[in-house]
């Protein structure tokens, strides 16, 4: 068998085909570019029984990734993070057959780990030397971390109010970090004139074809987790999106394999009241997306007021008859403490949007009681310290514990 049954990059906009040997970014007309599999070759040779034995990383996946030759793969030993099921919160909600994804236990300490390293990888083999980007934070972190690793150069742009912790996760790998007092899209734009000025690749989200690749692992160790048999619901957290379509195409390969059989699960795209583009375009059933003005929430890694692949999200909540849904900031953060004290499992502020949307939509029927739900938490609490605020009583050293105990 090949390492990897790779093909070529496509533009799911006018299908325009670009080898993949070469360096690119978006296509002529605009679009993102998507990795192509030979499917039909892969499905001759490649069996669920095959990924027996391997390592329990994304990296078990090789076939279906981009990267040609095993020595140009840069990993932390990133990937098959634990699908746990979450009983009492589960029960609470009426959902008792409620799971989570749980990617805070990954290299960096979110799923953005899985992009970089499949991204950084791909770089390496096609000899990019420096890349920059744009990042509400988590991004930015594990690229430049990765970066590091495969002796890459990286540029990284953040907004000023994104989370400390993931700026000196960039100053400590020797990235080029600079602060800009505004959103990502005031970021991108910075990054964008930096590429063109000092020829440099672009890594922004969707303007390289491979992050996807790495965010797509998360729907196959789904699949492999649960038996090769689906959920019915998916719930991400989405600002940019990259993961919900990199779950929907690992579900499609995985139909075009025989691995899997339909319908597939219906995916919801969870985003925060104060920068939900995506869900107005859905309420509307629209294409695409419009700019979201003066966008804010405390879920910074979902504050995303345009995506380049907004059709792309659109396009996979749409053919799975998914739904779009967005939650309040207090509701996230109340969400959050509850998942603590009832599951010992502090998520991300995003993760816990997606647990008040599963609330919302079995509360309104949307979601059944009988049914099988994954619930994805991106990343861990501890990278957002901000988000919780607590009062602790003091004691002196010989102080005895009388009142406050539980």
Same mark, same amino acid.
């Given at each position: 068998m090949k390492f990897s049954y790779v093909s070529h990059l496509n533009c799911p906009k006018c299908n325009k085909i670009y080898d993949l040997h070469e360096k690119h970014q @978006? /296509?002529? /007309?605009?679009?993102? *570019?998507l990795v192509s599999y030979d499917l039909d070759e892969l499905k001759k040779e490649?069996?669920?029984? +095959? @990924?027996?034995?391997r390592p329990a990383d994304l990296w078990r996946y090789h076939e279906l990734l981009p990267v040609l030759k095993e020595e140009n793969i840069v990993s932390l030993g990133e990937g098959m993070t634990p699908l746990i099921p979450m009983r009492n919160f589960g029960k609470s909600? #009426? $959902?008792?057959? @409620?799971?989570?994804? +749980?990617?805070?236990i990954i290299p960096t300490g979110t799923f953005k780990a899985r992009g970089a390293a499949v991204g950084i990888s791909k770089a390496k083999e096609l000899g990019i030397k420096e890349l920059a980007m744009p990042t509400n934070g988590n991004a930015g972190a594990a690229w430049a971390l990765y970066a590091a690793r495969a002796g890459i150069k990286s540029i990284i742009v953040m907004p000023l109010d994104a989370p400390k912790i993931t700026r000196n996760e960039c100053a400590v790998s020797g990235a080029n970090l600079y602060l800009v007092n505004g959103l990502i899209s005031d970021a991108g734009r910075i990054v964008g004139q930096a590429v063109k000025d000092f020829n440099l690749f672009d890594a922004s989200t969707l303007k390289e074809p491979y992050r996807i690749e790495g965010k797509k692992t998360m729907g196959l160790e789904i699949a492999e987790q649960m038996g090769w048999k689906m959920p019915d619901v998916i719930l991400y957290p989405t600002g940019g999106g990259v993961g919900i379509i990199g779950i929907y195409k690992?579900?499609?390969? *995985?139909? %075009?394999?025989g691995w899997i059989e339909g319908p597939l699960p219906r995916l919801v795209a969870v985003q925060a009241a104060g920068c939900a583009p995506i869900v107005r375009a859905w309420e509307e059933r629209k294409a695409v997306s419009e700019f979201w003005e003066n966008s804010t929430t405390a879920a910074f890694g979902i504050n995303v007021p345009k995506a380049l692949g907004d059709f792309l999200v659109l396009d996979a909540v749409y053919k799975t008859d998914g739904c779009a849904i967005a939650v309040d900031d207090p509701s996230i953060l109340q969400e959050q403490r509850r998942i603590a004290s009832m599951e010992? #499992?502090? $998520? /991300?502020?995003?993760?816990? %949007?997606?647990? %008040?949307? #599963?609330? $919302? @939509?079995?509360?309104?029927?949307?979601?059944?009681e009988e049914e099988t739900v994954v619930a994805l938490n991106t990343g861990a609490g501890v990278k957002?310290? +901000?988000t919780v605020q607590v009062e602790v009583p003091e004691l002196q050293r010989d102080e005895y514990i009388r009142e406050g105990r539980r």
């Open positions: @978006l /296509c002529t /007309c605009g679009s993102p *570019l490649f069996k669920p029984k +095959d @990924l027996l034995g909600v #009426a $959902i008792p057959n @409620l799971f989570m994804k +749980d990617e805070g690992a579900l499609m390969e *995985l139909l %075009a394999l010992g #499992a502090f $998520i /991300c502020p995003e993760g816990a %949007a997606v647990f %008040a949307a #599963a609330r $919302i @939509l079995r509360k309104n029927g949307w979601i059944r957002y310290p +901000d």
